[in-house]
């Protein structure tokens, strides 16, 4: 496990993850997992709430190439990326392969029934067990209650979290003890792998550049995220490299 601005990201690759959750979902035990990249984490250096909410998480993966190469500088020469999408896949290869039932939980419907559609087209033997797609305005006590019943007696146990970041880290922490599965928080893998958003080509994500595709595809939803957080994660990168970024608790 490596600090990266004072966020604990975990020394994993797609084979260690995966079997990790494998295991837990055999367990059946409530767990939640997060793909880090450096929104995530600059929304967790300006919230003290959403700090916690990732390093209390099970498993945090350095989804984001910036995070790879500052793991690289700390010490873990052999770090590479695990990408949320990219891991839903592995995930879902032996899903199907040891007979876990998966669920969806996010997007929206048109989103979620191509995601379904073309999931099971892939993969034969996998069970889905549950998916919804939530309703983008608050929701009330008792429809979460019915939501949480609905997973459980699934018998869902993988739980795909589709809400975007930050809300489905604060969602799956919220719901760790009380949904019986292993929920992993996968941004926007559903609109990727539904067929429904482009992702970037290899090389770009290699460099470090899927932030500039992603701005180019979607200008008006992401320049802010990206013209913010970007060049102050460059700022508190090299922070963090020299020993002068201040720790947390």
């Not at 595809?217 to 320049?223: A, C, D, I, S």
């Amino acid at each position: 496990m490596t600090s990266v601005i004072n966020i604990k990201v975990d020394k994993t690759n797609y084979e260690a993850a995966t079997r990790q959750i494998r295991s837990w979902a055999q367990a059946r035990e409530s767990r939640y997992v997060c793909v880090a990249n450096v929104h995530m984490l600059m929304e967790a250096y300006d919230s003290t709430k959403f700090r916690d909410i990732l390093n209390d998480a099970d498993m945090v993966t350095p989804d984001g190439m910036p995070l790879v190469w500052m793991m690289r500088a700390k010490g873990q020469g052999g770090q590479t990326r695990v990408y949320g999408p990219t891991l839903m896949l592995h995930v879902l290869n032996t899903a199907a392969n040891q007979n876990l039932p998966v669920g969806f939980y996010g997007s929206k419907p048109e989103v979620l029934d191509e995601l379904v559609h073309k999931i099971l087209a892939r993969y034969e033997n996998l069970k889905i067990a549950f998916s919804c797609s939530p309703s983008f305005e608050p929701i009330r006590v008792e429809e979460d209650a019915m939501t949480i019943q609905k997973i459980n007696e699934s018998g869902t146990q993988i739980l795909f979290v589709g809400l975007g970041c930050p809300k489905q880290e604060i969602w799956m922490a919220d719901h760790r003890n009380k949904v019986k599965a292993v929920m992993i928080g996968v941004g926007a893998a559903f609109d990727f792998h539904a067929g429904l958003k482009p992702q970037a080509p290899a090389w770009m994500q290699l460099m470090g550049l899927e932030w500039l595709f992603r701005l180019f595809t979607e200008p008006l939803r992401l320049w802010k995220r990206y013209l913010y957080h970007n060049p102050r994660f460059l700022v508190l990168a090299v922070a963090d490299l020299f020993g002068m970024l201040k720790t947390t608790d």
